[in-house]
């Protein structure tokens, strides 16, 4: 049952209670829907990951699709493709990309905790310590020096005495009793 006006009715712009049209656009709700993922984590990774490689206008293109950093063929056309090749997003873990100048791709796509995300920038520092490359971070975590290794970096020391001597107290000496 629905309200209409009588003009509505005469002039044939309103033909019946609506129920029809409902149950077509339900239909066709249907018919669009090829997987189901729309708003989920994973599919919002897919579209960002398309945006700022294919779209100068984001932000982060100059980052990606300036560089030359595209979206292969498979993945650009379907949601499906993707998921299909990287699964779902484990917990805690984001989209990275093996080699950094290459595309996201199956070969080249991985999905990796933040942490070693974060150590895959083209922008980290990277050191050569005792004949292992490693970035900066990786390196103050490894020989358990702390955050003063930029600095001792920075002023000129060689890595290999800059992860050697013990960390420097900030602040005061603990009191003694």
């Not at 189901?36 to 994973?42: F, I, K, P, R, Y």
């Not at 699709?65 to 699964?87: K, L, Q």
């Not at 702390?146 to 960390?167: H, I």
């Amino acid at each position: 049952t629905r309200t209409v006006f009588k003009a509505d009715l005469k002039s044939g712009k309103s033909t019946g209670c609506g129920c029809r049209g409902a149950a077509r656009l339900a239909e066709q709700g249907k018919r669009n829907r090829t997987h189901g993922m729309d708003g989920t984590t994973e599919y919002r990774i897919w579209t960002d990951m398309k945006r700022r490689c294919h779209d100068p206008r984001r932000p982060d293109y100059k980052n990606y699709g300036a560089r030359g950093i595209t979206v292969c063929d498979e993945w650009r056309a379907s949601f499906a493709a993707f998921y299909a090749a990287m699964g779902p997003r484990p917990e805690g873990h984001t989209l990275d990309r093996k080699d950094n100048s290459g595309p996201y791709s199956p070969e080249n796509c991985v999905w990796s905790p933040r942490k070693v995300q974060e150590r895959n920038k083209r922008t980290n520092r990277v050191i050569t310590v005792f004949g292992r490359s490693m970035t900066v971070a990786e390196a103050a975590e490894v020989f358990e020096v702390e955050a003063n290794l930029y600095q001792r970096l920075n002023q000129g020391m060689e890595p290999e005495r800059a992860v050697s001597l013990p960390s420097q107290r900030r602040g005061r000496p603990p009191k003694t009793q």
